[in-house]
């Protein structure tokens, strides 16, 4: 089991540019298959981007494709969302997950360990 604490949310006008960081507990971080999802409020929790254990290979939800980048530290044990253009639609509560066994599936109830979340606000 891993550990995560996100942090970097915030409230930011539309266009601009948030930079989220989850950062792991344990020796163990490069083995996980890490990932972003996102809840907005009344609707189900969704992919937003996930990235391999070496970092060599990324995939990201098409609603933020282009717009957003994903990134991992493994000598860190930290994994990125950097988040650029933002829209009032991209507002959510923001959950890094991490899966040992996994292959950065888009269902998030197939990742087995989350953090609390942090709050990202795009105002109009």
């Known amino acids: 089991q891993v550990q995560l604490v996100e942090s970097g949310g915030g409230l930011v006008q539309a266009g601009g540019s948030l930079r989220l960081s989850c950062a792991a507990s344990?020796?163990?971080?490069?083995?996980?298959?890490m990932g972003w999802f996102r809840q907005a409020p009344g609707k189900e929790r969704e992919f937003v981007s996930s990235?391999?254990?070496?970092?060599?290979?990324?995939d990201y939800a098409d609603s933020v494709k282009g717009r957003f980048t994903i990134s991992r530290d493994n000598f860190k044990n930290t994994v990125y969302l950097q988040m650029n253009s933002l829209k009032p639609e991209d507002t959510a509560v923001y959950y890094c997950?991490?899966?040992?066994?996994?292959?950065?599936?888009?269902?998030?109830?197939?990742?087995?360990?989350w953090g609390q979340g942090t709050q990202v606000t795009v105002s109009s």
């Open positions: 344990g020796r163990t971080f490069s083995r996980y298959y």
């Open positions: 990235i391999s254990r070496s970092g060599g290979s990324t």
């Open positions: 997950a991490a899966d040992l066994y996994g292959l950065g599936s888009k269902i998030y109830t197939t990742w087995s360990d």
